[in-house]
Structures are given as C-alpha cells and as structure tokens.
C-alpha cells in the first residue's frame, strides 16, 4: 500500500514539473477521523495506513490527492484553504468533484489496529500490545512480534 501511494505521489509530482518537490511523506498518522493531513510548516504529508489498508488503494487514492493539492497550494498559491484554487488543483489532478470532508465515511474499527504477526494478520486493540522499551511490539493474543 505505501508504494502505491508513493508511485501516486511520483506520477502526481509530474503534473507539476516548475515546482521543486521536497515535502516528506509520513505513513503513521494515528487517527480514527482524519486520513490524511499536509503539515506546511514541516513540508509532510501524512497518510492514515490503518484507514488506507481498510479503504483500500482505489478509494484511498482522493486522499493522497487532497492533501498533495493542499501541498501545490501552498507552495504555489500559499493558500491552504479548500477554495476555488485548492478545487482547482483537485480537477487537474483527476478529481472532478473535490470536497473538503471525504465520501469515504467513519472508520469503524476505533480504537483496533491492523498488525500481521505469526498466526496472521487481525485486527486488535491497542491495550493489546506489549510494548517494550526496544521500539519493538508484541501481540498478546498470540505473543509473536509485530511488523
């Protein structure tokens, strides 16, 4: 799925060749209402891979473009509003119907996380997890390391 999104970015940044791109994208956005955010101060998009991997990429793919549109108008227009120019930039980039909020809706699985461990890939909760000191995380239901 990152590289999906990543070779989305690539094709995107084409459509813009007088911009040196250089914002940073980031795949650990941790929310269970917001999908996708563009820091400007720190030039990252950030992608929600929970939601991404639920969605899938085909309904996944308006978010990536959103928040690069948001990207191109702020480096081009500083302008981050959801405005005619943001619209603009949506409709150029192959979204013909640009909104602020996404038709993708609520994701259902609040307060769960995807992890693939040994005895396959669940959904569990976070109080779930071990956590240790290391970074590393552990799955209580079948006590293997998660990815």
């Not at 996708?36 to 891979?49: C, I, T």
């Not at 603009?88 to 769960?112: V, W």
Request: aromatic residues 16%; glycine residues 4%; contains cysteine.
């Amino acid at each position: 799925m990152k590289q999906r999104i990543l070779n989305e970015l690539k094709s995107l940044k084409r459509r813009y060749p007088d911009i040196e791109h250089k914002f940073k994208v980031c795949f650990d956005l941790d929310s269970y209402d917001t999908y996708g955010e563009y820091h400007p101060n720190s030039n990252v998009l950030f992608f929600n891979m929970v939601a991404a991997n639920f969605f899938g990429f085909e309904k996944f793919r308006e978010i990536v473009i959103h928040e690069f549109a948001h990207y191109i108008a702020v480096i081009k227009y500083k302008n981050m509003n959801h405005n005619k120019i943001w619209k603009k930039i949506m409709f150029d980039c192959g979204i013909f119907n640009a909104k602020a909020k996404s038709d993708l809706g609520t994701f259902p699985y609040k307060g769960l996380v995807p992890v693939s461990c040994k005895c396959s890939t669940h959904y569990i909760k976070r109080n779930e997890l071990f956590r240790f000191k290391s970074g590393r995380v552990k799955c209580k239901k079948c006590l293997s390391l998660v990815n």
